[in-house]
C-alpha cells in the first residue's frame, strides 16, 4: 500500500468517525474559496457563485444542521 492509500484511508476512518468535524471543515472551506471567488471576480457572478457552493455542499453528502 502506498502512502497516499494510507492517507485516504486515514482520511477516510477519520470522516466516518467524526461526520460533525468532517460538515463544519467542508462548510468552512467552500464559503472561503466561494468568498474568494466572488471577491476575484468583483462580485459580478454572486448569485453563480452561490450555486456552486450549495452544489459542492450537497456533494459532500453531509447535511447541514
Same mark, same amino acid.
Request: glycine share 4%.
Given at each position: 500500500? %502506498? +502512502? /497516499?492509500?494510507?492517507? =485516504? =484511508? =486515514? #482520511? $477516510?476512518? /477519520?470522516?466516518?468517525?467524526?461526520?460533525?468535524?468532517?460538515?463544519?471543515? !467542508? @462548510? #468552512?472551506? +467552500?464559503?472561503?474559496?466561494?468568498?474568494?471567488?466572488? $471577491?476575484? $471576480?468583483?462580485?459580478?457572478? !454572486?448569485?453563480?457563485?452561490?450555486?456552486?457552493? #450549495?452544489?459542492?455542499? @450537497? !456533494?459532500? %453528502? +453531509?447535511?447541514?444542521?
Amino acid at each position: 500500500m %502506498g +502512502i /497516499f492509500d494510507e492517507v =485516504k =484511508k =486515514k #482520511a $477516510t476512518e /477519520f470522516a466516518e468517525k467524526n461526520p460533525d468535524k468532517v460538515e463544519k471543515i !467542508s @462548510d #468552512a472551506v +467552500i464559503e472561503k474559496v466561494g468568498d474568494a471567488a466572488d $471577491t476575484a $471576480t468583483k462580485h459580478k457572478y !454572486s448569485d453563480q457563485i452561490a450555486k456552486a457552493e #450549495a452544489k459542492a455542499d @450537497d !456533494s459532500i %453528502g +453531509i447535511e447541514k444542521a
